[in-house]
């Protein structure tokens, strides 16, 4: 996946890497403290909150303002009302805002109707301790919360919004003619001197053979050299010896387990589900291992994202083939998932939402998950478009229904591999499915044993008080009749325990997704509440980046088209995939990005350099 070799052929995002630096020459935008994932947090939490319980009351739009206090912007919160500033950012006791709605004070108490419920109030006091980040700098005049009507003239316009540096196609650009003719070595060495120049500066001198062997080291592989691997670099007296450490490094393991890990970080890989129960997911480890493969074997960027998102869904060729890519697509259940207490329909938005949340950030740099409760506040992303998204993912299956801990559990969804690989192994799922019944059943055959051993005994003493001339015919063959029940009794229990310890083996299965039972579009959720449901969306993908006309296949999800669609440089979003690669290899190459805030190319994310 991962290719800077020096006479190996690129792969696709390599080869968009020089596009990205002379493509996008922008001075990097205004700095700002606000930290992206506070902002994130503000977007996906607290506007929603302010919006549905506050804006009533507390804003521009409301009929009457109450304390004259307005929660529609930053200013309005920290001018404050008649009581002074609602929020003392990084302050939670010293905050108004916070004692209202803990209801503490009967004299303060917001929303007056009801209190507000407890995970709320939690999300308010942690964005308040994050020093309450909110971008909303003007006041609602200038910037509404629009989205919960969609089609409100407000909404972001995706097709001016394809004037944004990131959205535009790739191209080439004239290389700069820097004053010094000996000091670039290729052409991105000659942007970097022209921009030296520009402020009468000179390169730094080069790194002495054992810096560079050490930096190198660290880079590709994440240890430095051993004292003979030093020794041997430095020993080489050969024109090429750097290139060739450099495909030496490329080409052994820990290449792989270095740079997998910082795709498993994007993915949100853990071996668990990191929620509720913080459950452990037995077969992450397929996922984790495949992914280091693929970094390996220097699977080009756009096959690797084919098979991460639709991977169950490609053709192959062999079982060995179709499991791998089945593997592969495990991306989509990784990661954290709420599975016990929660609404179902709640629960298929909010995997939908998780999942669209890593891919935009992921994959395309974008902040789509703003788009749930409302249309984008600062890109040209509609809360159509999210929705259209979310359909896509709401048709794809990740969890099922399963039997855990003697219970029936909403678990993630596993696969066979090999040839039976199209369902899990009957003998197995069923032992685990029966096992509370087969263990009753072991402890009455072990009660039946018992009371028959006792019965015998009286049986025999009864009979012989009663019939005391017979006893020795009649109570002789009672007591074997009731010997031969024991002994039927004990092979069951020998059976039955013999099964018990030493249940089937787990049979090979990895965490695979699927297309979902039910197939369809999903309607827009007013303030992203699950059950206050809008318009319904046509399944689709991002209005900026789509230049023709969608139409996914109606019996089948959209997930392998929006694989394609992310891959597609000139009629899909593959010029913006490039250029986020790109510069995530930039990022753990250099310390830092072309565009600093790597997960946000959107207008609140830098601008790159």
Excluded at 125 to 143: K, L
Excluded at 302 to 331: T, V
Excluded at 399 to 428: A, F, I, P, W
Aim: net charge negative.
């Amino acid at each position: 996946m991962i290719s800077i070799k020096y006479k190996n052929e690129a792969t696709f995002w390599a080869a968009a890497l020089f596009t990205c630096i002379v493509a996008s020459g922008v001075a990097r935008g205004t700095d700002d403290t606000r930290s992206e994932d506070g902002l994130d947090f503000f977007e996906e939490h607290i506007r929603p909150l302010l919006v549905s319980r506050c804006y009533s009351c507390h804003s521009n739009r409301a009929s009457s303002l109450e304390g004259e206090l307005k929660l529609d912007s930053r200013s309005g919160w920290s001018v404050g009302g008649e009581h002074g500033p609602a929020i003392v950012p990084g302050d939670v006791e010293a905050s108004l805002l916070i004692r209202s709605v803990r209801y503490r004070d009967s004299s303060l108490q917001m929303p007056p109707d009801r209190r507000l419920p407890d995970d709320a109030i939690e999300k308010l006091e942690r964005w308040v301790q994050m020093g309450a980040p909110d971008p909303r700098e003007e006041s609602a005049a200038n910037m509404t919360d629009h989205a919960l009507t969609p089609g409100s003239t407000a909404a972001p316009d995706p097709i001016a919004g394809r004037e944004h540096w990131a959205y535009r196609p790739l191209a080439l650009t004239a290389i700069p003619d820097a004053q010094s003719s000996t000091w670039p070595r290729n052409a991105i060495d000659a942007f970097v001197l022209s921009k030296l120049e520009e402020q009468a500066l000179t390169p730094a001198p080069d790194a002495d053979l054992r810096s560079l062997a050490r930096r190198t080291f660290i880079q590709l592989i994440g240890i430095p050299p051993t004292v003979s691997q030093m020794e041997d670099f430095l020993a080489d007296q050969r024109g090429d010896a750097f290139e060739l450490l450099v495909d030496q490094l490329l080409s052994s393991p820990g290449f792989g387990e270095r740079w997998g890990r910082h795709w498993l970080d994007l993915a949100r890989y853990a071996d668990s589900n990191g929620l509720d129960e913080n459950f452990l997911f037995r077969e992450a480890w397929r996922y984790r291992n495949r992914v280091v493969e693929l970094v390996n074997e220097d699977m080009p960027y756009d096959r690797f994202l084919l098979e991460q998102i639709a991977g169950d869904l490609l053709p192959y060729e062999s079982i060995e083939q179709r499991d791998a890519q089945r593997i592969s697509a495990g991306f989509l259940l990784v990661g954290p998932k709420v599975l016990l207490g929660i609404d179902p329909n709640v629960q298929r938005m909010d995997i939908a939402d998780e999942q669209l949340d890593t891919i935009g950030k992921a994959v395309l740099g974008q902040t789509i998950g703003c788009a749930r409760c409302h249309d984008h506040k600062f890109d040209p992303i509609p809360t159509a478009d999210y929705y259209a998204m979310a359909g896509i993912f709401t048709s794809t299956q990740v969890m099922e229904q399963r039997h855990m801990l003697n219970e029936q559990r909403v678990m993630e969804r596993l696969v066979g591999l090999g040839v039976t690989g199209s369902q899990l192994d009957d003998d197995y799922e069923n032992f685990w499915r029966n096992k509370k019944e087969l263990d009753g059943r072991k402890r009455s055959i072990e009660s039946s044993i018992k009371q028959l051993e006792g019965g015998k005994v009286d049986a025999f003493e009864e009979f012989a008080r009663v019939h005391p001339e017979a006893v020795s015919e009649i109570a002789m063959d009672h007591c074997a009749e009731l010997a031969e029940r024991i002994v039927g009794q004990q092979l069951l229990l020998e059976q039955l325990s013999a099964r018990l310890a030493n249940p089937p083996a787990i049979p090979p299965r990895a965490m695979i997704p699927g297309e979902a039972d039910s197939i369809g579009n999903e309607p827009i959720r007013l303030a992203g509440q699950a059950d206050r449901k809008g318009a319904v969306v046509p399944r689709g993908f991002l209005q900026v980046m789509t230049t023709e006309p969608i139409t996914l296949p109606e019996h089948a999800s959209g997930r392998l088209e929006l694989a394609q669609w992310l891959t597609r440089v000139h009629t899909g979003a593959g010029h913006l995939t490039a250029r986020v690669m790109a510069n995530r290899v930039w990022h753990h190459l250099i310390g830092s990005g072309i565009v600093r805030t790597v997960d946000n190319f959107g207008i609140r994310g830098e601008a790159p350099s």
